[in-house]
């Protein structure tokens, strides 16, 4: 507010001051800041969980990690290492001021941080899951908008069947069918990339196959839920009768107004989808032998390395919950009857 | 004068005055849209009794060579070949089978989690939804910290700390699908809460419980229950990844997803091992979305 | 006959829902001359709305439409859409019932005429902002260039009416059809709308036809009245004769609407005569007259036979079998 009174006070003419006095006192602004607020809870509760359930290991977790015929010295030696004779809210403590400095603790297995672990491997899930996303987002709405032009048209019907078959078929199945058509028989796609070569092409050739994997699926999601809407808005929505009262082409009616609108439930379906998304990770990435955190993840797993997996874990339900936020927010952006509040009526 | 309704049932038609105009809208394309309306409603379901019937009633009225083991002698035995009419695997395993014993674990354990995820988060999220307030605060928060864990990452997680099992299986897919149902219900429970109808019934003094299984309950229900069907195919193939990750059902015991990652290595030479039970679970799973579909539209559910 | 802006003829509009065929306007017949008013009555679901958006073609795909209108002598049932298009909006507009959900909540007002304006003409950005501009000054909303920039939302109920009126009389139409246009109003801002509308019909003579259940609006504003019930025009008659002294109303269903007005004149504590039972299912109409099932003054003739549309007195048409004695009750 102190900044929308000194702008007052020069008195200066023009635009510019006009967005800076309405943006600061915008109704948006703080539901923005209440939205952060909120967000605060969810995240703590993200480490606690992560916390807790890593740590109900029915037994003693070092001699999980060591494996039965560890001796007993080394089970003792490993858990003053890993600090777990220390009281559960102590433990508890160290590691979430640990992860608020960015530490993640140390790995196990290699005695690497765990930082520098998922440094590793982020680019490459990084890479597959924009390739992803927007390869499926793009598909998405334009299948689904040419779909709503004509409601239970050819296209129409066309789009809803492929789109239940990418709602019912499971990710890893599909992966392997993609494997076999395209691969081994068409030898169009690498079965298994190591890593993401050196150029835009290369890594573009290794990601397909598994973006085609999370994607469809994904694809399948969006399209459906978004011609939904388009169409409910085209048949119910009075603004839809007068923009063609007016004369005004179909096609205007269909992007300009009717997609418009709906990009808010598209911008909800993608937040919601967040999670399964970046969950797929897990089970695609080692399919191809991608070198992503998910394949990671499932290592970490299948040699116990519990600070390894905690970490990983953690970064994945931030980053989903981080997602949610941003797409509340852009949703309150968005929206001009948040941004410039509710006047009389 | 009193108002004596005439017997419209019986009125013909009489010589003078206007009559009917002939129908407009031809009567096939009625037929059809009558014929389409049942087609999409019986064949999914249809489609489902028959695998359900496939996997609990047929291996106990004809005998069935075992699921999770089989002689050497019969290994990698190609599909309509005498006595296994789907093959055998590497092992010799029946494929059939395989598929029927580990089609039963799936059926039993998705059951189990949606069951369980109805009742405790329906109840959660009819809860949070009605009475609002701090209870909804509370269960809202709660909620949406198990739902910030992308569904498989946690699934994982529960799976490698809790030794595999198929118990333990279960927990951790409930620990997915009961936010899931406690967020469905919520939004319908909050949309029926508002309605009119809801306001003049506490304002004439029912009690809250009354209101909710007489108002509220049948309101929220059907949108439930295509919302669990739906769920039940997305906690198959949840299960399925876990049981392909090598986390979940243990081998002998078959499951679909561990046949689709055995079949993984032979997938040049012979693609059978995972495309089988792959189209299986397709199928499954669609026949679900379907049946959630026509149910949704017969119901009249947003 | 033939200086008539529209001429209804016949229309039939039907569509398939659920197995059965819903017949929504079955036989409809009306004319409006340029400059005149006509207000067409009648419950929900009699017919009333659908068929004008029939007339305008904004009915869904799959709708059967039968029949003929004819625009100033141009047939517009079974045109294509992009033909019907050049008549929309600038030939024949239409005014809807909500105003809050007719307008792009998204899109700034003035985009929303402009866009009306440059959709049937060729005229600069800014030319079009003239012109808008000009138009929320005719339909008299203050301050029209701060509005021109402004949201839906930040508008009151009786601006953005104001505002829809604007859009659809950006091309100057000669028809205007005002579909239920007050009826999501308060009754002072419902008067200025109707006040507003009837001026503007004046200045540019236009031909208009609302829509309403309302028959006082009809009372006072109309030239012309058309009752609907179940899809059929039931009764049709210049207003001066139906209402106000002498009034000669003749279909019982027109009566037993006009007595259900509650009036302040009346005895105090008399019950309110209303209209029993509710519509017929437009998928199951009656053989007989439609309006039998709730008729006071039913005989077994009117359930056997629908009466039809006859123009008993000099330009009065009523369809009723025992139509109502001069000025007397159902």
Same mark, same amino acid.
């Given at each position: 507010m102190a900044l929308a009174q000194q702008v007052q006070l020069q008195r200066e003419p023009g635009a510019r001051n006009d967005i800076v006095r309405r943006v600061a006192g915008s109704p948006a602004l703080q539901l923005v800041g209440r939205r952060l607020l909120t967000a605060i809870p969810v995240l703590l509760g993200v480490t606690f969980l992560t916390f807790v359930v890593m740590n109900l290991i029915p037994g003693n977790p070092a001699q999980l990690i060591l494996g039965i015929n560890a001796s007993p010295g080394a089970i003792a030696k490993l858990d003053a290492q890993l600090g777990l004779n220390h009281p559960f809210w102590d433990r508890y403590w160290l590691w979430l001021d640990g992860l608020l400095h960015g530490n993640l603790g140390i790995a196990y297995s290699n005695q690497q941080s765990v930082n520098s672990d998922i440094a590793q491997f982020l680019p490459t899930t990084c890479w597959l899951l924009l390739y992803t996303l927007v390869v499926s987002l793009l598909l998405g709405i334009v299948v689904a908008v040419l779909a709503a032009r004509r409601p239970n048209g050819i296209f129409d019907r066309i789009s809803l069947a492929v789109s239940m078959l990418g709602l019912s078929v499971a990710p890893y199945a599909l992966a392997l069918v993609l494997i076999y058509v395209f691969s081994v028989r068409l030898g169009w796609f690498p079965t298994i990339s190591n890593s993401l070569g050196d150029n835009p092409l290369t890594a573009i050739r290794a990601l397909t196959l598994p973006?085609?994997?999370?994607?469809?699926?994904?694809?399948?999601?969006?399209?459906?839920?978004?011609?939904?809407?388009?169409?409910?808005?085209?048949?119910?929505?009075?603004?839809?009768?007068?923009?063609?009262?007016?004369?005004?082409?179909?096609?205007?009616?269909?992007?300009?107004?009717?997609?418009?609108?709906?990009?808010?439930?598209?911008?909800?379906?993608?937040?919601?989808?967040?999670?399964?998304?970046?969950?797929?990770?897990?089970? %695609?990435?080692?399919?191809?032998?991608?070198?992503?955190?998910?394949?990671?993840? %499932?290592n970490a797993i299948n040699i116990n390395d519990l600070p390894l997996v905690e970490g990983i874990v953690v970064v994945f339900a931030l980053v989903t919950v981080a997602g949610n936020l941003l797409a509340d927010l852009m949703y309150t952006v968005l929206d001009p009857r948040i941004r410039y509040g509710r006047a009389a009526s | 004068?009193?108002?004596?309704?005439?017997?419209?049932?019986?009125?013909?038609?009489?010589?003078?005055?206007?009559?009917?105009?002939?129908?407009?809208?031809?009567?096939?394309?009625?037929?059809?849209?009558?014929?389409?309306?049942?087609?999409?409603?019986?064949?999914?379901?249809?489609?489902?009794?028959?695998?359900?019937?496939?996997?609990?009633?047929?291996?106990?009225?004809?005998?069935?060579?075992?699921?999770?083991?089989?002689?050497?002698?019969?290994?990698?035995?190609?599909?309509?070949?005498?006595?296994?009419?789907?093959?055998?695997?590497?092992?010799?395993?029946?494929?059939?089978?395989?598929?029927?014993?580990?089609?039963?674990?799936?059926?039993?354990?998705?059951?189990?989690?949606?069951?369980?995820?109805?009742?405790?988060?329906?109840?959660?999220?009819?809860?949070?939804?009605y009475f609002g307030g701090w209870a909804d605060s509370i269960l809202s928060r709660v909620v949406d910290v198990l739902i910030a864990f992308p569904a498989l990452v946690l699934v994982l997680a529960v799976a490698e700390v809790l030794q595999p099992s198929e118990t333990h299986l279960i927990w951790a897919l409930s620990v997915f699908s009961v936010p899931a149902f406690a967020r469905v219900t919520r939004g319908a429970t909050l949309t029926v809460r508002n309605l009119p109808f809801i306001t003049a019934s506490r304002l004439t003094g029912t009690s809250n419980w009354k209101i909710i299984f007489k108002h509220v309950l049948p309101n929220v229900i059907p949108g439930i229950?295509?919302?669990?069907?739906?769920?039940?195919?997305?906690?198959?193939?949840?299960?399925?990844?876990?049981?392909?990750?090598?986390?979940?059902?243990?081998?002998?015991?078959?499951?679909?997803?561990?046949?689709?990652?055995?079949?993984?290595?032979?997938?040049?030479?012979?693609?059978?091992?995972?495309?089988?039970?792959s189209i299986v679970l397709l199928i499954f799973v669609m026949s679900l979305n379907l049946l959630g579909d026509a149910l949704r539209e017969r119901w009249g559910v947003r | 006959m033939s200086d008539a802006l529209l001429e209804v003829e016949d229309l039939r509009v039907a569509f398939a829902s659920g197995g059965r065929e819903i017949r929504a306007v079955d036989g409809v017949s009306y004319q409006v001359e340029p400059g005149r008013t006509l207000a067409i009555i009648g419950e929900s679901g009699s017919g009333k709305t659908v068929g004008c958006r029939a007339i305008m073609g904004l009915l869904p795909l799959g709708t059967a439409i039968s029949g003929s209108a004819r625009l100033h002598g141009t047939e517009l049932i079974g045109l294509s859409d992009s033909q019907l298009r050049k008549h929309r909006g600038s030939d024949m507009a239409m005014v809807f019932q909500d105003?809050?959900?007719?307008?792009?909540?998204?899109?700034?007002?003035?985009?929303?005429?402009?866009?009306?304006?440059?959709?049937?003409?060729?005229?600069?950005?800014?030319?079009?902002?003239?012109?808008?501009?000009?138009?929320?000054?005719?339909?008299?909303?203050?301050?029209?260039?701060?509005?021109?920039?402004?949201?839906?939302?930040?508008?009151?109920g009786g601006m953005r009416q104001r505002v829809v009126i604007a859009m659809a009389l950006a091309c100057r139409p000669k028809l205007l059809i005002a579909d239920e246009a007050t009826t999501a109003l308060d009754v002072t801002t419902q008067a200025q709308i109707m006040e507003l509308l009837l001026e503007l019909q004046r200045d540019l003579g236009m031909a208009l036809i609302f829509i309403s259940h309302d028959l006082g609006l009809a009372a006072s504003y109309a030239d012309e009245v058309v009752v609907m019930y179940a899809g059929k025009v039931v009764e049709q008659a210049p207003a001066k004769r139906l209402f106000g002294a002498g009034g000669t109303v003749k279909m019982r269903y027109t009566r037993a609407l006009l007595d259900a007005i509650p009036h302040l004149e009346r005895a105090a504590h008399t019950e309110l005569p209303v209209v029993t039972g509710r519509p017929p299912d437009p998928s199951m109409l009656p053989v007989g007259c439609s309006f039998a099932p709730r008729c006071l003054s039913a005989a077994d003739d009117c359930a056997a036979k629908a009466p039809a549309l006859t123009e008993h007195a000099p330009g009065h048409r009523w369809a009723c079998w025992h139509p109502c004695e001069n000025g007397g009750t159902a």
């Amino acid at each position: 507010m102190a900044l929308a009174q000194q702008v007052q006070l020069q008195r200066e003419p023009g635009a510019r001051n006009d967005i800076v006095r309405r943006v600061a006192g915008s109704p948006a602004l703080q539901l923005v800041g209440r939205r952060l607020l909120t967000a605060i809870p969810v995240l703590l509760g993200v480490t606690f969980l992560t916390f807790v359930v890593m740590n109900l290991i029915p037994g003693n977790p070092a001699q999980l990690i060591l494996g039965i015929n560890a001796s007993p010295g080394a089970i003792a030696k490993l858990d003053a290492q890993l600090g777990l004779n220390h009281p559960f809210w102590d433990r508890y403590w160290l590691w979430l001021d640990g992860l608020l400095h960015g530490n993640l603790g140390i790995a196990y297995s290699n005695q690497q941080s765990v930082n520098s672990d998922i440094a590793q491997f982020l680019p490459t899930t990084c890479w597959l899951l924009l390739y992803t996303l927007v390869v499926s987002l793009l598909l998405g709405i334009v299948v689904a908008v040419l779909a709503a032009r004509r409601p239970n048209g050819i296209f129409d019907r066309i789009s809803l069947a492929v789109s239940m078959l990418g709602l019912s078929v499971a990710p890893y199945a599909l992966a392997l069918v993609l494997i076999y058509v395209f691969s081994v028989r068409l030898g169009w796609f690498p079965t298994i990339s190591n890593s993401l070569g050196d150029n835009p092409l290369t890594a573009i050739r290794a990601l397909t196959l598994p973006a085609a994997s999370i994607g469809f699926p994904l694809f399948a999601v969006y399209t459906r839920l978004l011609r939904a809407d388009i169409v409910e808005q085209m048949q119910r929505e009075d603004y839809i009768v007068t923009a063609k009262a007016k004369g005004v082409p179909p096609w205007r009616v269909l992007v300009v107004h009717a997609t418009k609108n709906s990009l808010f439930t598209l911008i909800t379906l993608v937040a919601l989808n967040l999670g399964t998304l970046i969950g797929a990770v897990a089970i %695609i990435e080692p399919i191809f032998s991608l070198p992503g955190i998910g394949a990671e993840l %499932i290592n970490a797993i299948n040699i116990n390395d519990l600070p390894l997996v905690e970490g990983i874990v953690v970064v994945f339900a931030l980053v989903t919950v981080a997602g949610n936020l941003l797409a509340d927010l852009m949703y309150t952006v968005l929206d001009p009857r948040i941004r410039y509040g509710r006047a009389a009526s | 004068m009193a108002a004596q309704l005439p017997d419209m049932t019986a009125a013909t038609l009489t010589a003078g005055g206007q009559p009917p105009l002939p129908s407009l809208v031809s009567a096939r394309a009625l037929r059809w849209q009558k014929v389409s309306r049942a087609l999409r409603l019986w064949v999914p379901a249809a489609l489902l009794i028959a695998l359900l019937f496939l996997c609990f009633v047929w291996p106990y009225i004809y005998s069935i060579p075992p699921g999770d083991s089989g002689s050497i002698l019969d290994a990698a035995l190609p599909p309509f070949s005498p006595g296994h009419w789907l093959g055998t695997d590497p092992n010799g395993v029946d494929i059939f089978s395989m598929l029927v014993y580990g089609g039963q674990v799936s059926f039993e354990i998705s059951l189990a989690v949606t069951a369980f995820g109805m009742i405790v988060g329906g109840t959660i999220g009819l809860t949070a939804g009605y009475f609002g307030g701090w209870a909804d605060s509370i269960l809202s928060r709660v909620v949406d910290v198990l739902i910030a864990f992308p569904a498989l990452v946690l699934v994982l997680a529960v799976a490698e700390v809790l030794q595999p099992s198929e118990t333990h299986l279960i927990w951790a897919l409930s620990v997915f699908s009961v936010p899931a149902f406690a967020r469905v219900t919520r939004g319908a429970t909050l949309t029926v809460r508002n309605l009119p109808f809801i306001t003049a019934s506490r304002l004439t003094g029912t009690s809250n419980w009354k209101i909710i299984f007489k108002h509220v309950l049948p309101n929220v229900i059907p949108g439930i229950v295509t919302f669990s069907l739906l769920g039940i195919g997305i906690i198959v193939i949840l299960e399925g990844a876990v049981d392909f990750l090598g986390l979940g059902i243990q081998i002998p015991q078959p499951s679909w997803g561990a046949m689709i990652a055995k079949g993984q290595n032979v997938l040049t030479a012979e693609p059978q091992y995972v495309l089988i039970p792959s189209i299986v679970l397709l199928i499954f799973v669609m026949s679900l979305n379907l049946l959630g579909d026509a149910l949704r539209e017969r119901w009249g559910v947003r | 006959m033939s200086d008539a802006l529209l001429e209804v003829e016949d229309l039939r509009v039907a569509f398939a829902s659920g197995g059965r065929e819903i017949r929504a306007v079955d036989g409809v017949s009306y004319q409006v001359e340029p400059g005149r008013t006509l207000a067409i009555i009648g419950e929900s679901g009699s017919g009333k709305t659908v068929g004008c958006r029939a007339i305008m073609g904004l009915l869904p795909l799959g709708t059967a439409i039968s029949g003929s209108a004819r625009l100033h002598g141009t047939e517009l049932i079974g045109l294509s859409d992009s033909q019907l298009r050049k008549h929309r909006g600038s030939d024949m507009a239409m005014v809807f019932q909500d105003p809050a959900r007719s307008l792009n909540p998204t899109m700034r007002v003035g985009k929303q005429i402009t866009e009306a304006i440059r959709t049937h003409r060729k005229v600069s950005k800014s030319d079009a902002r003239d012109q808008a501009i000009e138009l929320l000054r005719l339909v008299r909303i203050p301050a029209p260039e701060r509005r021109f920039a402004e949201y839906p939302h930040q508008l009151s109920g009786g601006m953005r009416q104001r505002v829809v009126i604007a859009m659809a009389l950006a091309c100057r139409p000669k028809l205007l059809i005002a579909d239920e246009a007050t009826t999501a109003l308060d009754v002072t801002t419902q008067a200025q709308i109707m006040e507003l509308l009837l001026e503007l019909q004046r200045d540019l003579g236009m031909a208009l036809i609302f829509i309403s259940h309302d028959l006082g609006l009809a009372a006072s504003y109309a030239d012309e009245v058309v009752v609907m019930y179940a899809g059929k025009v039931v009764e049709q008659a210049p207003a001066k004769r139906l209402f106000g002294a002498g009034g000669t109303v003749k279909m019982r269903y027109t009566r037993a609407l006009l007595d259900a007005i509650p009036h302040l004149e009346r005895a105090a504590h008399t019950e309110l005569p209303v209209v029993t039972g509710r519509p017929p299912d437009p998928s199951m109409l009656p053989v007989g007259c439609s309006f039998a099932p709730r008729c006071l003054s039913a005989a077994d003739d009117c359930a056997a036979k629908a009466p039809a549309l006859t123009e008993h007195a000099p330009g009065h048409r009523w369809a009723c079998w025992h139509p109502c004695e001069n000025g007397g009750t159902a």
